[in-house]
């Protein structure tokens, strides 16, 4: 899910974007996406058969501007809270938002954290 939603967020944002941790130096505005996994139902609710995954996703904006993260959490917002479909052949049944935190780092850029719980068949 990781390298689906990358590739989903590079494209909608237009910023790079990078999977648990950034490279030094990175221009921004950036991304970073972590997250947890589990199964959704158990094996003896599907005959047998594992159904679906549970995503804690994280996306960790980062900029010099908070107007610049801002705006682009809100298009993350838009785009992921409430969806269900296909992203990058990752069958989505449910993506909620369960909040985000904003603040300035130790470096003086601007940081917004949102997290989800996204639902998937595979």
Do not use: C, W
Request: avoid cysteine; charged fraction near 15%.
């Amino acid at each position: 899910m990781n390298q689906e939603l990358l590739a989903y967020l590079t494209n909608l944002l237009g910023i790079d974007g990078y999977i648990i941790r950034k490279p030094e130096n990175t221009p921004y505005p950036a991304f970073v996406i972590s997250n947890s996994i589990s199964r959704d139902l158990p094996i003896y609710a599907n005959q047998g058969k594992p159904m679906g995954y549970t995503f804690g996703i994280q996306i960790n904006l980062i900029g010099n501007s908070y107007r610049s993260i801002h705006s682009h959490s809100e298009t993350i917002i838009d785009a992921l809270d409430g969806f269900s479909g296909d992203i990058g052949g990752v069958t989505v049944i449910d993506s909620t938002m369960n909040g985000y935190t904003e603040f300035q780092n130790s470096n003086k850029n601007f940081e917004l954290v949102i997290d989800f719980t996204v639902r998937s068949l595979n």
